[in-house]
């Protein structure tokens, strides 16, 4: 099933970690709410992760969940390697940002991440799509239950060990609670059979925005980011009736491409910067919007250009492989 809202909500939230992103580059700029983008993203990836694979076989979903992920994961990787120069990078630190295994990074922020910084979201996603696969061979009909309750309590472990090692911590983090976010919306919209009331979705997109001005003080990001996130996310595919009958191709594309700017975008400020330094002052506010066009643009180019050839040649690739059994 494809959700034309949640193409246009994933174009917003990497917009919204991007320009996070760049105004931590800028002198006296802050957007910290941008981060919000990527518990946005952890809400849409439990609801579709239960929309495409819960017909699926355990190995078959993460087949499919590795060659949509892997491909340009592992390009970035090695340009990140080829054009920042560090020699102090380990064979060990390599091999684990390419198979996804968290591991104590000293000096990077966050201090458990991959050789690209950004990637730690991605850990926590093959972290999802395991144990999604693990439920998935143990109980199909139980697997959100399941998981929720296996999420629930990482999260309290997490909060019972803060501090004690940093990769336990990170694979108890209470962010895990927005994948069962995801996936609680998708089952209660299958099992009832029934659509939102697009005016409901739109008071819940308005909420969203209003717990995030009342929540922004509070110190669990689940509550803080977490609850916006959902709210958002069930307020659009309430709405989904109503926008998928005025599609629009370009922020269909920038959905898209939502992947590609995510993963390009902290290779990409700071030349951006130089560059539209010699026009503008990085003070100015235009620089902010300049340099997340250049961005965008290279992302949708990363997206044409490579992203969605090698995905489609993957799939066929695996289509012949199935019709040969």
Same mark, same amino acid.
């Given at each position: 099933?494809?959700?034309?809202? /949640?193409?246009?909500?994933? =174009?917003?939230?990497?917009? &919204?970690?991007?320009?996070?992103?760049?105004?931590?580059?800028?002198?006296?700029?802050?957007f910290e709410?941008?981060?919000?983008?990527?518990?946005?993203?952890?809400?849409?990836?439990?609801?579709?992760?239960?929309?495409?694979g819960i017909k699926l076989g355990p190995g078959e979903f993460m087949v499919h969940r590795i060659s949509r992920i892997v491909p340009l994961y592992w390009m970035a990787i090695f340009v990140f390697i080829a054009i920042d120069g560090n020699t102090a990078l380990t064979t060990e630190e390599v091999l684990k940002s390419l198979l996804f295994v968290a591991y104590e990074n000293p000096g990077a922020l966050p201090p458990v991440s991959p050789i690209i910084s950004v990637g730690w979201t991605l850990n926590l996603e093959m972290f999802f799509y395991v144990l999604f696969a693990l439920g998935l061979a143990i109980s199909r009909q139980h697997l959100v239950l399941g998981l929720t309750? /296996?999420?629930?309590?990482? =999260?309290?472990?997490?909060? &019972?060990?803060?501090?004690?090692?940093?990769?336990?911590?990170?694979y108890t983090k209470g962010i895990l609670l927005e994948f069962a976010a995801g996936l609680i919306v998708a089952k209660v919209m299958n099992d009832l059979q029934s659509k939102l009331n697009p005016l409901f979705g739109l008071v819940l997109c308005c909420a969203s925005f209003l717990a995030l001005y009342l929540l922004q003080d509070s110190g669990l990001r689940i509550v803080r980011w977490g609850v916006p996130a959902c709210l958002i996310v069930v307020g659009m595919l309430a709405l989904e009736p109503v926008l998928s009958r005025y599609k629009s191709p370009f922020l269909i594309l920038l959905?898209?491409?939502?992947y590609a700017l995510y993963l390009s975008h902290l290779m990409l400020i700071a030349p951006a910067i130089a560059a539209l330094s010699l026009v503008l002052s990085p003070d100015n506010g235009l620089m902010i919007v300049a340099v997340f066009i250049l961005c965008q643009v290279a992302a949708v180019g990363i997206y044409i250009l490579y992203e969605k050839p090698i995905y489609r040649k993957l799939k066929s690739m695996r289509q012949r492989q199935v019709a040969r059994h």
């Open positions: 099933m494809y959700f034309v809202n /949640l193409q246009y909500l994933r =174009a917003f939230a990497a917009a &919204l970690v991007a320009v996070f992103h760049i105004c931590l580059f800028l002198p006296d700029r802050s709410v941008g981060a919000y983008g990527v518990d946005i993203f952890f809400v849409i990836s439990g609801f579709v992760m239960y929309h495409s309750t /296996l999420f629930v309590f990482l =999260a309290v472990m997490g909060k &019972l060990i803060h501090g004690l090692d940093p990769v336990m911590g990170f959905g898209d491409a939502s």
